[in-house]
């Protein structure tokens, strides 16, 4: 009798594995930007607690993520650049889910308090290599980083338009890192997400424009980024799906958007 | 009488089962290495791999070359070797054979509890104190390089070789000792020429064990040394064997040939690891078998 029990047991759970398993409503597929890994996982996990409903992530590139929204391969795409018009034109839609600002970080210390982003990438990729060009103290400059694959490294990468053409002194592997030896060095210049940034370090405002939530949500502090969601215009999302993207844009989630590094946009 | 051998052949049991639970980790961290380690090299090609001097996995055209980690472990194990044992070892004679039981203890105290240290706090001092100490003493514009490395990975050596070598040096018997003496050796010549040599092989696996130690070390050295991927050179940002896995391993996605890379860097690491195990049980046989 007992040994009956357990085996229905067991073909109960093994039916809810199966059904849960298929395309149908109890979980959003998202898939895309890398970078958008600690957002999405952080709107995931309460959204889960919410309403019970999973949330998977495919980190695969904004690129993919694109890509397998037209394909339908994904409820929800994410892309951490504005779309394309050709990819508009194929019928997709963005909505921006918020905005990461990266702030350009330099010694307390350091008499340079403004460069623009041409000047930016100068010096990362090798051409200015003494602060005195730029108008700082006669010393070499120090090139902070993060390493391969971290999301503040591409956005910052992919904004001063400087992919693996870097040439860093140092490859860190957190913000906290960053920030710390930035704080300890009188030449060096580094990047961290602007909610991490704190007193031990001095931010370059860029362009003559200071960094702030302000400054980068109405888009005149240029080092920042969107993050978008993608979806298949004038076709409706499944349920849960919808009821995810309705969660995520709407006030409620602007906080653990905050928790998160980068600024809400709604 | 029947009932107490079952009792025996029981817990018999348990401790057979216990003991393999060590046997079995070791074989399932190698056969997991290999298999996950095999499919990059095979892909990228043994030689490029193992001789290719640039490393950048995630540019548009990703290049694999581990020369300049393998070459950086080398270098900075060798050169952690080269600070920490002539410090170690005559700290080790000195404590055995010529301080006093007081001195002793103190000393012996601080040596454990240098090796109670986490790495990380290691690494931060070093992060803190020595990187900056280096830009300034040598003029260099960042103080993350291999000599920094270096001298954390020594310092942190120390406790293995100085508590290994204690023990060779005491296992030495008195009569040894008290002949030299007896025929007319200082204490100094005593020491060196009869203690030293008749503890070399525990001597020798103190360095071995010390290497182990530095080779394998990864938080410490990821905090001070920069992480490029240069080229060794003393005054240079470089990336070690260790760090380059942790350092990419968290944003690699799996199955990508970036991740896989990984892995087959984790598998030179571990060969490197084995050959310094063969060596270290190399010496302790040859001691056991005298």
């Known amino acids: 009798m007992k040994k009956n029990i357990s085996l229905l047991v067991l073909t109960i759970m093994l039916a809810c594995a199966l059904v849960g398993c298929g395309a149908s409503g109890n979980s959003v597929a998202t898939d895309g930007s890398t970078s958008m890994n600690k957002v999405i996982g952080a709107l995931g996990e309460a959204f889960e607690n919410e309403t019970g409903i999973t949330v998977t992530y495919n980190a695969t590139g904004s690129g993919a993520g694109i890509q397998a929204v037209l394909e339908g391969r994904c409820d929800i795409g994410l892309s951490s650049r504005d779309l394309k018009d050709e990819e508009k034109s194929k019928g997709l ?84 890192d960053v920030i ?3 704080a300890s060095n009188p030449a060096a210049i580094g990047y961290a997400s602007l909610a991490s940034v704190k007193d031990t370090v001095k931010a370059l405002s860029v362009g003559g424009v200071a960094v702030s939530e302000a400054t980068i949500k109405d888009g005149s502090y240029v080092v920042q980024r969107p993050f978008v969601l993608v979806t298949k215009k004038g076709v409706a999302l499944s349920e849960s799906a919808q009821s995810f993207f309705d969660y995520i844009t709407s006030e409620a989630a602007n906080e653990i958007i905050s928790v998160a590094g980068v600024v809400p946009a709604n | ?42 892909e990228i090609g043994l030689f490029d791999f193992l001789f290719g001097k640039e490393w950048a996995s995630t540019a548009a055209e990703p290049k694999y070359g581990i020369l300049p980690f393998i070459l950086t472990s080398v270098y900075g194990t060798a050169g952690a070797i080269l600070i920490g044992v ?14 006093n039981k007081k001195v002793r203890a103190v000393i012996e105290a601080a040596v454990n509890l240098l090796a109670g240290i986490p790495s990380v706090v290691y690494g931060l001092v070093g992060m803190l104190v020595l990187v900056p100490a280096i830009r300034e003493i040598f003029n260099v514009p960042d103080g993350a390089s291999l000599l920094a490395a270096i001298i954390v990975l020594a310092i942190m050596i120390l406790p293995n070789i100085i508590k290994v070598s204690i023990t060779a040096l005491d296992a030495v018997p008195k009569e040894y000792e008290d002949a030299s003496l007896a025929l007319g050796a200082t204490a100094t010549e005593t020491f060196f020429k009869v203690s030293v040599p008749a503890a070399k092989s525990g001597i020798a696996a103190a360095v071995v064990l010390g290497v182990g130690r ?35 391993m968290a944003y690699s996605s799996p199955g990508s040939l970036q991740r896989n890379a990984l892995f087959s860097i984790a598998l030179v ?8 195990n063969a060596t270290l049980n190399f010496f302790l046989k040859r001691n056991k078998e005298k």
């Open chain 1, 93 to 176: 839609e963005g909505t921006v889910l918020a905005y990461d600002g990266i702030a350009i970080i330099v010694n307390p210390n350091n008499p340079v308090s403004d460069l623009n982003v041409e000047t930016i990438a100068k010096i990362y990729t090798g051409e200015i290599m003494n602060w005195k060009e730029v108008g700082g103290n006669d010393a070499e400059i120090v090139l902070i980083g993060r390493e391969a694959g971290s999301g503040t490294r591409d956005g910052f990468e992919s904004i001063t338009d400087t992919e693996d053409k870097c040439k860093y002194r140092q490859e860190l592997t957190s913000t906290g």
């Open chain 1, 180 to 182: 710390t030896t930035v």
């Open chain 2, 1 to 42: 009488m029947k009932k107490n051998r079952s009792f025996e052949n029981i817990v018999h049991g348990i401790f057979l089962v216990l003991g393999l639970i060590t046997v079995g980790s070791v074989l399932l961290i190698t056969v997991y290495l290999i298999i996950s380690g095999i499919p990059a090299i095979r």
């Open chain 2, 86 to 99: 002539p410090i170690g070892f005559f700290t080790a004679v000195y404590l055995s054979k010529v301080a």
């Open chain 2, 214 to 248: 530095a080779i394998g070390e990864a938080m410490a050295v990821m905090m001070v040394a920069g992480n490029v991927a240069n080229m060794p050179s003393l005054f240079e940002s470089v990336r070690f064997l260790t760090t380059a896995v942790a350092s990419e």
């Open chain 2, 269 to 276: 690491l571990f060969l490197f690891i084995m050959l310094i």
